[in-house]
């Protein structure tokens, strides 16, 4: 079973090969019992003119750092977060709005059922 991550709209970032999509990925979206990918995780993009491209994950989480005072911020709302998406082994230019983003081999937790 596939499950879908998100349709591209734009790459927010790219740095060394590695392209950071938008829209994030709301985690409520995502089935309950899913394990968070991973990096190197198979991605299949499924672009627009009905092309089929293999990538990988290189990240995937809730965006955070640090302020001058050691505080963990975030900019997303903790109830519901957002999770961005950055990928690899593609090229920038294969990339294109409208792109569909799935994850070819997830994994669930023990005894769990995708819903």
Not at 14 to 28: K, M
Not at 30 to 49: H, K, Q, V
Not at 75 to 102: C, K
Request: negative net charge.
């Amino acid at each position: 079973m596939q499950v879908y991550l998100l349709t591209v709209e734009g790459i927010a970032d790219a740095n060394e090969g590695r392209f950071r999509l938008t829209p994030r990925v709301l985690l409520r979206n995502l089935p309950n019992t899913i394990i968070i990918p991973m990096p190197e995780d198979p991605l299949e993009l499924r672009l627009p003119d009905e092309r089929l491209l293999q990538a990988r994950v290189a990240s995937f989480g809730i965006d955070a750092w640090r302020d001058a005072e050691g505080n963990l911020l975030i900019d997303t709302d903790p109830a519901n977060p957002e999770l961005s998406l950055t990928i690899t082994g593609i090229e920038w230019s294969d990339i294109l709005p409208g792109t569909e983003i799935w994850l070819l081999e997830p994994k669930f937790h023990a005894g769990g059922k995708p819903s």
